[in-house]
């Protein structure tokens, strides 16, 4: 009875096992997009609950002040190019005499550009008002401000301030400064010098003209096709880094890539999948909340370098001394042209290489020991070789341009006791405030009105 009885136990449990359900794959395999999208909706109302949509949005794959100030070309059309990464905020256009140039009437939260694709806040007119002053800055991602909290923290936004404050003052407080006409008796006449002299009370325009990426070549075109027509008082150059990164074939920087592509079809073809992929993944926030908050992207130095999308800095630089003085040569050339067509308009030109982090090497602060670990051990020799070509440039070209002035900019920023530099070469707020404020004191010089000798008929009583 036993047996019997166990052997049929055991026959029902083999028979239950075997009209046990198993799920099908196919039905595993459908019920993922359905998880995925559930996770999807869920992400989307937690994202919208915490108020964080706007800035999840504007995220794509990297910090998100790289992504507001990297370069987005576009073809003729406005549309982005086919195999060229559309993710950066600041639009540029292909141009046929400067390579490309900003789109106008753009802005994000950090910058403005306005309708003459200058870093401004206000349009300007080519007609300029009696009673204005412009000073127009060039160079590259340096000057334009890269990294900047908005436009009135770059040099030229707190350059301006620095100037009509001065005019403020003077109007304010006159007795502060020298008078119109010198007094008379000599202890009075070496009080009234011993104030500050005035400048010429004006409306003072510094317009940003500088554009990320740009070469001497390309602000040579800048300063004779969109410059000039706008009647400058002066004009601030502030540039050299690029000048080293940029292969001595090419006579400036163009949109990258763009030869590749039209020589090679194919890879042009994979290129825009690839990047039509990857728009499509990146519209999920599922996806942008992992890599944002979970993997958390940190800055590379190398990131925030444009216009090149792949190539790093120590890969630009070159280590073949005829290749840089091919370089240096085409600066010089360049530099040449820029001072013949100031020197010809009579505008005061004022040249400055831009800082690099090497000169920090002595005290860095905060980031700067970090970047400069990165750059590798061969950085600061490559680009102190580099600069002291690009110095020696700009002396030879001063020695036939006497409206040149130079400043030496390593030393102000050295001066910052605070971190300076937020990669190679862009630099922070406070460094911007006092590259602004070298500035002021180099340019005020020529602003200043000359006091008249008193010339009363009778002496004024005691």
Partial sequence: MFFRSSRKSSWSSRSL???????????????????????????????????????????????????????????????PFDGLPDHGQLAARRSPMMGY??????????????????????????????DEVRVFILGGSTAFGQLSANNQSTIAGQLETRLNQQVTAQRATPNKFRPDTLPYFADELEKALKLPPRIREA????????????????????????????????????????????????????????????????????????????????QFYLIKGFQYWILR???????????????????????????????????????????????????????????EVSIRRSKPAGREKEILEQLGSNYPEQIKSGYTKLQTSIEQVKKSSPQLATLNLAETVNGTQTAVFQDAIHLSDDANRAIANRLFDTLTPRLHVQPKPYAGGEVPPT
């Fill in 203 to 282: 409306r003072y325009r510094v317009v940003n003209a500088a554009v990320p990426g740009y070469a001497s070549g390309n602000e040579l075109a800048q300063l004779a096709f969109e410059v000039l027509p706008y009647q400058p008082d002066a004009i601030v150059l502030l540039n050299g880094y690029a000048d080293l990164l940029v292969p001595s074939i090419q006579e400036g920087t163009d949109i990258p890539g763009t030869d590749a592509m039209l020589g090679n079809a194919s890879q042009h073809l994979m290129a825009g999948l690839s990047n039509n992929i990857g728009n499509f993944f990146n």
């Fill in 17 to 79: 096992y075997q009209k046990k359900k198993v799920v099908p794959k196919r039905w595993i395999l459908l019920s993922i997009p359905l998880v995925l999208l559930g996770l999807e909706l869920l992400t989307r109302l937690v994202v919208s609950a915490t108020g964080k949509a706007a800035e999840l949005n504007a995220f794509e794959g990297e910090p998100l002040n790289l992504t507001a100030y990297r370069l987005k070309f576009l073809d003729p059309n406005g549309k």
């Fill in 101 to 130: 140039r900003l789109v106008g009437n753009q802005q994000n939260s950090v910058w403005k550009i306005n309708e003459q694709g200058f870093r401004s806040d206000q349009p300007i007119g080519v007609e300029k008002p009696k």
């Fill in 297 to 355: 992207p940190q800055a590379g130095f190398h990131q925030m370098i444009p216009p090149a999308f792949d190539a790093s800095v120590q890969n630009s630089l070159t280590s073949d001394a005829q290749e840089l003085e091919r370089r240096t040569n085409r600066y010089r050339q360049n530099l040449q042209q820029i001072a013949r067509l100031t020197s010809a308009s009579k505008i005061p030109l004022f040249v400055a290489l831009q800082p």
